[in-house]
C-alpha cells in the first residue's frame, strides 16, 4: 500500500515536470503555425 502510494505521487511529479515544458512548448508552436495560417489569410 505504501509502495503504491508513494509511486503514485511520483508518477504524478513526474508527469507534471516534463509534460509541462512539452505542453508550454506544444501551445507556443501550435499560437505560431495558427497565427501564420491567420496571417496568410489577411493579407
Known sequence: ???G???AV???LFL???LQ???EWYR???RVAF???IGSKIE
Open 5 to 7: 502510494a508513494q509511486s
Open 10 to 12: 511520483f508518477r504524478d
Open 21 to 23: 515544458p512539452v505542453n
Open 28 to 30: 507556443s508552436a501550435f
Open 1 to 3: 500500500m505504501y509502495r
Open 16 to 18: 507534471k515536470e516534463h
Open 35 to 37: 497565427e501564420a495560417k
